[in-house]
Each structure stands twice: as C-alpha cells, then as structure tokens.
C-alpha cells in the first residue's frame, strides 16, 4: 500500500490510545517514508502500529451557528471538530490554515504539542483528510501553557509541561527567548547541555 493510501485509511482510528496516548501513525508513516521505506516497509510498520489503536468515535456534526473556538480544549469533541474541519477544507481548502492556526497556537501544547507536529506532517503529505484529524486533535486538546497546574497526575507529558509553565519564574525565563532563524539551535544546544 502506498503512503496515501495508508493515510487514507488513518480515518478508522481514533487520535488517542491507552488513555490518553498520541496516536503516532501517520506522522510515523510519513517520516519513515522520508526516510526512503518501501511500501512493503511502511505495510509492515501499519500492521504492527495499528493493534493498539482503537476505532474512531461516531462522527458527530459540527453544531450550526456555534464558534469554533467554542469547545477548544474539551477532549470529547474530536469527532464535531473533525466534522468541522473536514468541511471547513471542503469549502475553502488551504485558505483555512491562516485563520485556524491563528486561533490554535496559543493552544500549541495540545497534547505534548502532538497537534501540531501532526498538522505541520498532514500539510507536508498534501493529505486533507489526515489534516482536518490533526487540527480537530489540535483544538480538542487546546492547551495554552499559561501556568494553570495540570488537574491531575497521570504521567503524561503535557502534565509535566503544565507543571513546568507553573513553576516561579517560567514565564519570565520565556519572555526572555530570542526568536529569530537561530533560535532551533540555541535551544537544541541548551537542551543538551542541560
């Protein structure tokens, strides 16, 4: 199977796993198929991926006249999201990032910033239906790092980056980054030294 059609069928499987695990597949498909895999590889990476899965939700309908920005955050509404954003690409195709991703990023750590990284690999794909399920993951997961305490403990990495935005001094320290085009590797490098 090719890289499309495996993507094609990511629309069977839910965003999440095992309680709040990141569905990596497709963005794991395409990096391998960066990385030069067969399509022989890339089935056989699919079938062994695929096991701990579970299906996508009931599709639910965006409701008419409601905000999008509406529900951001709320983890169940995935499915209205991605109904949202299925039609939302219909109608006016990529036209729609600028102002979708004007109102997601401040919500960028959406699942250990998984939303995004899975909408920036959907647009690089060219695949519409892989990016309206990587934004409504995006949106249902909305999490600004505004040093609100995670409301719970569960190990997850979004957890431990609440925890960092609420620790004295975080939003100092980030109002302090420089960002221009050597900003990836001043933080790689601290990240190391670190």
């Not at 920036?120 to 993951?137: F, I, N, R």
């Amino acid at each position: 199977m090719s890289l499309k059609d495996l993507l094609d069928e990511g629309v069977h499987f839910d965003a999440e796993y095992a309680g709040g695990l990141s569905n990596h597949r497709p963005m794991a498909l395409f990096a391998l198929k960066r990385l030069g895999a067969s399509d022989e590889r890339l089935a056989a990476f699919d079938a062994r991926y695929r096991t701990r899965l579970q299906p996508m939700p009931a599709a639910e309908p965006w409701p008419a006249g409601d905000a999008w920005r509406g529900r951001l955050g709320e983890p169940r509404a995935w499915p209205a999201y991605r109904s949202l954003f299925v039609e939302w690409l219909a109608h006016e195709g990529p036209d729609m990032l600028a102002p979708v991703l004007a109102g997601l990023m401040p919500g960028c750590g959406a699942a250990a910033f998984h939303g995004m990284i899975r909408s920036a690999y959907a647009v690089q794909a060219g695949h519409g239906p892989e990016l309206a399920d990587a934004l409504a993951y995006w949106a249902c997961r909305w999490l600004p790092l505004d040093g609100t305490p995670p409301a719970g403990d569960h190990g997850l990495i979004f957890e431990a980056m609440q925890r960092a935005a609420a620790a004295p001094g975080f939003g100092a320290a980030v109002a302090e980054v420089r960002l221009d085009d050597k900003t990836p590797q001043r933080l790689a490098r601290e990240a190391a030294r670190l």
